[in-house]
């Protein structure tokens, strides 16, 4: 800990340029700034992968000229925040320095060297990972939905399917709501939303919105992780709510995701229906593309149910079903009503170079997909599904 250090100790650090990071078998020399018992280091983009390790550790070992130092990580969000790490940098480095490696969209971890080593449970800190990540991303995630024309279609999709499933009017549950995309269109329609995320800063995004079209007395939120959504049921009720749904996040980054199906059998009213889009095990385009561009090894990759960073295009582990997997661990509460492939013939989010070059056939081909998407065997070969799944009345 820092209050261990003596004064030439001290004063040594302030005056180094570099640190060398230790985590496992990875070693890294990194520029860092000093701030009170806090050492700022700033992903510059060159290697993704040490940010999201030492993250997912909770804990960290630094070596400054010989004097070793270990400290709790948090992943740094904010702009005001960031801004003021961003000048640390500059004082020390030099503007040019700045420009030239770093930008606000950096990834900025702090490391606590006046907190003592505690041995949390693997679990609590993959959670506490998992926040400080959708926390970090919270401003620029519109950006990252919006402006990619793949994530857009997800959210279309998903759209619509509500409209055939949703009643005429109701309440409405949203597991990992995110910055809001699909629930504030939602609550637009005329329906009350209850929303959960286990990022207040997204949370804080979707209230705003909300607040700014007037929409506030229709929306409650809450933060809890998704396999926490039993702790709902005290204030709401059981039965309280006519749809559940989560997209395209939230339960493939939940390692208790089997814990969920007897909350929300309490929590959905008679006849009611649970909506998930889940991250595919099986993707037709995906398998296509890489074989295309000569990557077969990343052909498997999401053929192991647990992925971990680094091995996938999320920037958090994540865990893929095939919707077989998917409807079983939730078949003792509920009956499978349809599944659909999204997108199915489409590329993946990720294959930007392929999606620039279908430009103005998207249209085309995204009518083809839809169509396809309901059919054998296609609808289980998206890169996400979405299922449907009723209520069983025992």
């Known amino acids: 800990m820092i209050q261990d250090l003596g004064s030439d100790e001290m004063a040594k650090l302030e005056r180094s340029k570099y640190a060398d990071l230790i985590s496992g078998t990875t070693r890294v020399r990194l ?87 505690i041995e949390s449970h693997m679990q609590e800190e993959y959670y506490r990972w998992l926040e400080e990540e959708f926390d970090s991303v919270s401003e620029n995630y519109d950006d990252h939905i919006l402006g990619n024309q793949v994530n857009r279609i997800l959210r279309e999709r998903s759209l619509d399917l509500f409209t055939e499933y949703f009643p005429s009017k109701g309440n409405i549950l949203e597991i990992g709501c995110g910055s809001g995309t699909e629930t504030i269109e939602i609550l637009k329609r005329g329906y009350s939303v209850t929303a959960v995320d286990i990022s207040q800063n997204m949370l804080d995004i979707v209230k705003e919105k909300a607040r700014t079209l007037g929409l506030m007395g229709a929306l409650r939120t809450y933060r809890f992780r998704a396999s926490e959504i039993g702790k709902i049921i005290r204030e709401t009720g059981e039965g309280s709510f006519n749809v559940c749904y989560s997209t395209y996040g939230a339960l493939n980054c939940e390692p208790l995701i089997r814990e969920m199906s007897q909350p929300l059998h309490q929590l959905i009213s008679r006849d009611g229906y649970f909506i998930a889009g889940v991250y595919n095990r099986f993707c037709a385009s995906e398998f296509l593309m890489h074989s295309l561009f000569l990557k077969p090894s990343r052909c498997l990759w999401r053929m192991r149910q647990f992925i971990p960073e680094g091995h996938s295009r999320f920037c958090i582990d994540v865990y893929s079903y095939s919707f077989r997997q998917f409807y079983h661990l939730f078949s003792k509460n509920f009956l499978m009503v349809e ?15 392929p999606i620039k070059l279908l430009g103005n ?30 209520k069983r009345m025992n």
Do not use: C
């Open 31 to 117: 520029s860092f700034v000093m701030n009170g018992e806090r050492i700022f280091l700033i992903s510059s983009g060159n290697n993704p992968r040490w940010p999201a390790q030492i993250l997912r550790n909770g804990y960290v070992s630094l070596n400054v000229e010989g004097i070793m130092i270990r400290g709790k990580t948090k992943l740094i969000s904010g702009s005001d925040v960031k801004s003021g790490v961003m000048s640390l940098f500059a004082d020390k480095y030099g503007e040019d320095y700045v420009k030239n490696y770093y930008s606000l969209a950096s990834r900025i971890i702090s490391i606590d060297m006046g907190s003592t080593m």
């Open 339 to 353: 599944v659909r492939g999204v997108p199915v013939i489409i590329p993946p989010s990720n294959f930007n170079k």
């Open 361 to 390: 056939r998207m249209a085309v081909l995204d009518s083809i997909d839809r169509f396809i998407g309901k059919r054998w065997p296609f609808k289980y070969l998206g890169d996400h599904f979405l299922m449907v799944l009723r």
